[in-house]
C-alpha cells in the first residue's frame, strides 16, 4: 500500500522557490510595457530572478527582500540596487521612515508573496504611466500546495477590486495554473496608471499590447 506523502514544509518550498531562474511568463509577457529605462520595484525579490530578467532588458532595478543574501549576484550589475527589509514590521517600507519612503517607479512587480497593509501603498508607488505586475496565490490553493494560510492568499478578484478606479486594467486572470514556473491557484495582473493621461476626445485611456 502506497504510504500519502508529507507535503513539503514552508522553508522547503522558499528553497524551491530560490531554485528557480527562469522569470514568471506573465513578467515575460507585460514587462514590455514598463516605460523604457525605467526605475523598476522587485519587491520580495527572493532570489533575485525577476531582478536579473529586468537588468538584462535595460531597466534600473530596486530589489528589496528581507534576506538580502540571495541577491549577491546582482551586485555586478551598476544598475542593481539591493535593499534588505522586514516588509511587514513597522515602519512598512512606504511609510514615513520606510526603507521605500516616498519613492515612485515606473514598474513595480510583486510575484508569490501577499501582506494586503501594503497593496494599496503598491498602488500609489506606481508612477502615473507606469505599470503594476502582480501575481501570486489565492483561495483553492490550499487544496494544491502551500502556502495554506488565508492571509497568504488572495480572495475572489482581490488584486482586481483594489485597482478598480485607480489604474487601467489591461489583463487580470484567476484559475489553477498547471504549467509554468510555480504551479498552483493564482491571481495575475497586469495594470498601467493612466487613467488621468488620456489624449483621446473622449478621455479614456489608451489601449496597451496584450502581447509582445
Known amino acids: ?61 530596486t530589489a528589496i527582500d528581507q534576506n538580502e543574501a540571495p541577491l549577491t549576484a546582482l551586485t555586478t550589475h551598476k544598475n542593481a540596487e539591493i535593499l534588505s527589509a522586514d516588509l511587514e514590521t513597522e515602519p512598512l517600507p512606504f511609510a514615513i521612515g520606510g526603507i521605500l519612503s516616498g519613492r515612485q517607479f515606473d514598474g513595480v512587480v510583486c510575484i508569490n508573496y501577499l501582506y494586503r497593509p501594503l497593496l494599496d501603498d503598491l498602488i500609489a508607488a506606481v508612477k502615473p504611466g507606469g505599470v503594476l505586475i502582480y501575481e501570486t496565490f489565492m483561495l483553492g490553493n490550499e487544496d494544491f500546495a502551500r502556502p495554506r494560510n488565508p492571509d497568504h492568499l488572495l480572495k475572489n478578484q482581490e488584486l482586481l477590486d483594489r485597482v478598480q478606479g485607480h489604474m487601467q486594467i489591461v489583463a487580470f486572470e484567476q484559475g489553477e495554473i498547471r504549467q509554468g514556473d510555480i504551479p498552483g491557484v493564482k491571481q495575475r495582473l497586469c495594470a498601467v496608471r493612466d487613467l488621468n493621461l488620456s489624449t483621446r476626445a473622449d478621455g479614456q485611456p489608451k489601449p496597451h499590447r496584450l502581447y509582445p
Open 1 to 61: 500500500m502506497t504510504q500519502p506523502q508529507t507535503p513539503p514544509s514552508s522553508q522547503q518550498m522558499l528553497q524551491r522557490h530560490l531554485r528557480i531562474t527562469k522569470p514568471s511568463p506573465w513578467v515575460e509577457r507585460f514587462s514590455p510595457l514598463i516605460p523604457k529605462d525605467g526605475a523598476v520595484l522587485d519587491l520580495a525579490a527572493g532570489g533575485g530572478r525577476h531582478s536579473l530578467y529586468l537588468l538584462e532588458k535595460g531597466y534600473h532595478v
